[in-house]
């Protein structure tokens, strides 16, 4: 299989090329970034070292923009790519507050322009990688989102990854392609860029850093193991069916308060470093995912536990300090200083 996955460099697109690669060393693998912020080549620099698998397997990477027609048609011509699975987009919701103009540009244009380029050149699939933040937000005792919750976006995040649905939704309508949509809950794991809850807790509680908890701490995500998201889009590229939407979840509501508490008591570092601060505007109560659709016809079934999952994250983090001071430096740490100055 030939593949071009967009936002490779990112947290999930780079543990779905290495699972992938590890799972399928026969698949032709292109990752095409933009290396933004967010995207880090070196993560994958071993795959570029060392491209062939000796099972006729390949990496290629391209640093490309998704919303140029003629560098993603060049790539999907030049590698005669089967299939292409949509990672790339602007991902942090706080940004998304902060300007929510490059948000509408990647995630909404950009998926559009991956669209069309796709159905020109008649790719066999298309997996369009979205998010539970499409459902809006939930209520503590209301039931979990399905496939059939309506979209409900609040955040300029949301709302350009619902966006990037309906257009998908369209093509498929429209023109006949061949897409799915998955739809996941809050991801964890290596390579997460640390502006993310984990990541951002674990390197401000090593520094000994306040952590900022915003509003109360009572908002509840649902965490999910960043390879259990990636065994999902596998499915969901392999056997979903045309048209169709499914939700992932990892069966593992928390509060973020208590999150963040367990996440000290892991590192053996006080609670007293909380700090509460100004809550974010627009702030979902809840997330939940109900993922029987995926159970039931992908076989879809989370396998790491929250406590495994937190014990890994936090076992690489520690391994790999250097990754976190890289991706530290420069714009990052100019922006964060400017939103964390902004809520204290
Ligand atoms: P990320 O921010 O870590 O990575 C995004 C990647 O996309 C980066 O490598 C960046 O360089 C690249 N990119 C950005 N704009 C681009 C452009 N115009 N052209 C090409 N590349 C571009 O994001 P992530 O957390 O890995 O999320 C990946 C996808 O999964 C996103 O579509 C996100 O909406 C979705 N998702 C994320 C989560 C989560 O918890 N992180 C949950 C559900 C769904
Ligand atoms: P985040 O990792 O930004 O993911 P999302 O907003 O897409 O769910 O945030 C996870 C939760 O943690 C969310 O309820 C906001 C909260 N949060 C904080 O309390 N403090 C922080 O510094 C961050 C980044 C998030």
Redesign the pocket.
């Given at each position: 299989m030939r593949i071009l996955v967009?936002?490779g460099?990112?947290?999930?697109?780079t543990n779905f090329i290495l699972l992938m690669r590890e799972k399928h060393p026969d698949w032709y693998l292109v990752n095409?970034?933009?290396?933004?912020y967010?995207?880090n080549r070196h993560n994958l620099a071993h795959l570029e070292a060392s491209p062939k698998t000796g099972q006729g397997g390949t990496y290629v990477f391209a640093q490309?923009?998704?919303?140029d027609p003629e560098g993603v048609t060049s790539l999907l011509r030049d590698h005669r790519i089967d299939a292409v699975v949509n990672?790339?987009?602007?991902?942090?919701v706080d940004r998304s507050i902060n300007d929510p103009s490059p948000f509408v540009t990647?995630n909404v244009q950009?998926t559009q322009n991956l669209l069309e380029c796709a159905r020109r050149h008649k790719v066999q699939r298309f997996v369009q990688?979205?998010?539970?933040e499409v459902y809006g937000s939930l209520e503590s005792d209301a039931p979990a989102f399905t496939e059939e919750t309506p979209l409900a976006p609040n955040s300029p995040y949301s709302a350009s990854?619902a966006g990037a649905d309906l257009l998908v939704r369209a093509y498929v309508e429209t023109y006949g392609l061949d897409a799915v949509i998955t739809r996941?809950?809050?991801?964890y794991g290596p390579y997460?860029?640390p502006e993310?809850l984990i990541p951002l807790m674990f390197s401000k509680a090593m520094r000994d850093e306040p952590l900022p908890i915003y509003g109360d701490g009572s908002n509840v995500r649902d965490w999910i193991y960043v390879d259990d998201h990636c065994r999902g889009v596998e499915l969901a590229l392999l056997q979903g069916q045309k048209g169709k939407a499914y939700n992932f979840g990892g069966q593992a509501e928390l509060p973020n308060i208590e999150l963040v508490q367990t996440l000290l008591d892991q590192l053996s570092k006080p609670h007293s470093l909380i700090t509460y601060v100004k809550d974010r505007p627009g702030h979902d109560r809840r997330y939940a995912m109900d993922f029987s659709l995926a159970a039931r016809e992908l076989g879809f079934a989370p396998q790491v536990t929250f406590e495994q999952g937190l014990q890994r994250t936090l076992n690489w983090y520690r391994n790999n300090t250097s990754w976190l001071e890289k991706v530290q430096s420069g714009e990052y740490r100019d922006f964060m200083n400017q939103w964390y100055g902004e809520r204290q």
């Open positions: 967009t936002g460099c990112g947290f999930i697109g095409l970034d933009l290396l933004t967010a995207g490309e923009d998704i919303c990672f790339a987009a602007e991902s942090h990647t950009g990688v979205s998010t539970d990854k996941c809950s809050n991801n997460q860029f993310k």
